[in-house]
């Protein structure tokens, strides 16, 4: 059975940094893409980042391009997301999730972890 564990969410002030984790376990880490995802209240649920192992391919959002970085410890079956520069937009509840298209819809994916809350203060 496939978990995803997400960590690492916090309050920040605008400018200052962050980094998630996404644990995952019951399948082999590398096998599939992986992204990071984020929901604000009242806004649906956007891609922020994506990386696929085999292909060593990444993707961002132009949001969040040059502020985030998405990398994965395989030996530790960990997903990452960087976050600097962060601004007041960037907050919202973060998730990993795992077997999807890269730069794809959150509607492609089929595993989720439970979110982790990123706030940023002005």
């Known amino acids: 059975q496939v978990q995803l564990v997400d960590s690492g969410g916090g309050s920040v002030q605008a400018g200052g940094s962050l980094r998630l984790s996404c644990a995952a376990s019951?399948?082999?880490?590398?096998?599939?893409?992986m992204g990071w995802f984020r929901q604000a209240p009242g806004k649906e649920r956007e891609g922020v980042a994506g990386?696929?192992?085999?292909?060593?391919?990444?993707y961002y959002a132009d949001s969040v391009k040059g502020r985030f970085t998405i990398s994965q410890d395989n030996a530790k079956n960990t997903l990452y997301l960087h976050m600097n520069s962060l601004k007041p937009e960037d907050t919202a509840m973060y998730y990993c999730?795992?077997?999807?298209?890269?730069?794809?819809?959150?509607?492609?994916?089929?595993?989720w972890g439970q979110g982790t809350q990123v706030t940023v203060s002005s």
């Open positions: 019951g399948y082999t880490f590398s096998s599939y893409c």
């Open positions: 990386i696929c192992t085999r292909s060593g391919s990444t």
């Open positions: 999730a795992a077997e999807g298209l890269l730069g794809g819809s959150w509607k492609e994916y089929k595993n």
